[in-house]
């Protein structure tokens, strides 16, 4: 059996009983590395932009204040 035969491609393949085998470790794979890729992503990047972004906040904040105070 190939990877793909007629127009029934395991990249597209969303029918969850698929019993193909390109089907079902190719779910398995895509699961598993999203799964991991958005862990990493987010410890990543939380810890890249946090810091700056909240300094960022507070200062914009803080100018919000003054002129508030002001008028």
């Not at 029918?15 to 470790?25: H, L, N, P």
């Not at 590395?33 to 906040?57: S, T």
Request: proline share 0%; charged share 25%; with cysteine.
């Amino acid at each position: 059996m190939g990877v793909l035969t007629g127009e029934h491609r395991y990249q597209t393949c969303r029918d969850e009983g698929c019993e193909r085998f390109a089907c079902r470790v190719y779910k398995e794979g895509y699961a598993a590395g999203y799964g991991a890729g958005h862990a990493a992503g987010m410890a990543e990047g939380f810890a890249a932009g946090y810091a700056e972004g909240h300094a960022d906040g507070m200062a914009e904040g803080a100018e919000t204040a003054a002129e508030a105070g002001s008028g």
